[in-house]
């Protein structure tokens, strides 16, 4: 979903503002979107990115993606953490 006002792809869901918007979203099938560009700001329906599912709202704004933690990753976390209680502070 593109900005209609400045063309702008940064688009995403916006959280209702108040208590009558939480009820309209509650009701309806429509949603705020705001576009973190321009503010722009506007009612539709609820789309669930279906030509990008796996993109973020997260990685378009940073734009960057982390990879994945491997088990690898988690047993040199482990090791480090074992190794910080065994010798604390010796040098
Ligand atoms: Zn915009």
């Known amino acids: 979903m593109k900005c209609p006002a400045c063309g702008s792809a940064r688009v995403f869901p916006s959280r209702p503002r108040?208590?009558?918007?939480?009820?309209r979203q509650m009701l309806?099938?429509?949603?705020?979107?705001?576009?973190?560009?321009?503010?722009?700001r506007k009612w539709e329906v609820v789309r669930?990115?279906?030509?990008?599912?796996?993109?973020h709202p997260e990685d378009l704004r940073t734009g960057r993606v982390s990879p994945p933690v491997s088990s690898t990753d988690l047993d040199l976390l482990d090791t480090a953490a074992l190794k910080a209680t065994r010798d604390p502070l010796v040098p």
């Open 48 to 55: 669930v990115h279906p030509e990008s599912a796996d993109v």
């Open 18 to 23: 108040n208590v009558l918007e939480r009820i």
């Open 28 to 40: 309806t099938e429509k949603q705020p979107y705001r576009c973190h560009e321009c503010g722009w």
